[in-house]
């Protein structure tokens, strides 16, 4: 019900303030599971998709957003439990996992849920090699991906901006891909080539230059650093 009432709010206010040109919405299935598989520019990535999809979208977002104290903590913590976002620990390992699971539940249940195979924001444009916790979701829940394309979202709010600016986006949902032809979820090689192929998709439709590696983030002092500047340059 919070979920309903959040995008029967934000969505009217997202057109006015992304101003989104949305194509394919149509290959998202109305109903059932479904995996979106995004490329990721922005923080704002999350909210875009969510917010212009045809149906409601589930998401991850660091637990840090859930646990403000006060009125601020309030309403962080309700805006982003209304736009369908799931609290999860950041890390590798067992919280990777946790985090995977976290989406399974919600395709096992029927719902549809979004996720970035390449893990962490672009920090230079390009779309980089995706994890396969994208295929081992769909393999595991046996349903099918939408390839989605956004372009723009990095001038919504550029890296280090805490503001959204206003800014043209386009959000392209592709066709559905059926993974199970790569064989089981089990099979390490089956989700290589299954994320793959939903790397390929993504990429036909943003145009992205590839970068055939992971994309790694960068260590905390390398990124505070870069924050500095961002604030330095804001101040001229």
């Known amino acids: ?37 995004s490329n990721h520019l922005s923080f704002i990535d999350s909210v875009v998709v ?3 999809a045809p149906r409601s979208i589930s998401f991850l977002a660091k637990s840090d957003y859930f646990t403000g104290t006060g009125v ?10 209304g736009i369908g976002a799931i609290p999860v620990e950041r890390g590798a390992g067992h919280a990777a996992q946790d985090a995977l699971n976290s989406g399974l539940e919600v395709l096992q249940g029927g719902g549809a849920f979004a996720i970035y195979p390449e893990g962490t924001r672009s920090r230079d444009g390009r779309l980089y090699r995706g994890r396969t916790g994208v295929a ?8 099918v991906v939408v390839p989605v394309a956004l372009t723009g ?43 793959d192929d939903v790397m390929e998709a993504i990429q036909r439709m943003s145009g992205q230059e590839f970068a055939d590696e992971y994309n790694e983030p960068p260590p905390a002092n390398v990124a505070e650093r870069v924050r500095r500047v961002f604030r330095r340059r804001g101040r001229h």
């Not at 081992?136 to 349903?143: F, S, V």
């Open 136 to 143: 081992w979701l769909a393999l595991t829940a046996g349903c």
């Open 1 to 37: 019900m919070i979920k309903f009432f959040a995008r029967a709010f934000f969505a009217p206010v997202a057109r006015v303030v992304f101003r989104p040109r949305i194509l394919g919405k149509q290959n998202v299935p109305p109903t059932g599971a479904v995996l979106l598989a």
């Open 72 to 81: 601020k903590g309030w309403m962080s913590r309700s805006f982003f439990t």
């Open 153 to 195: 979202t990095e001038n919504l709010q550029p890296p280090g901006s805490k503001f959204v600016r206003l800014a043209r986006v386009t959000v392209e949902f592709g066709e559905p891909i059926d993974l199970s032809v790569h064989g089981p979820a089990a099979s390490g090689r089956a989700r290589r080539t299954a994320t």
């Open 50 to 52: 969510t917010l212009v």
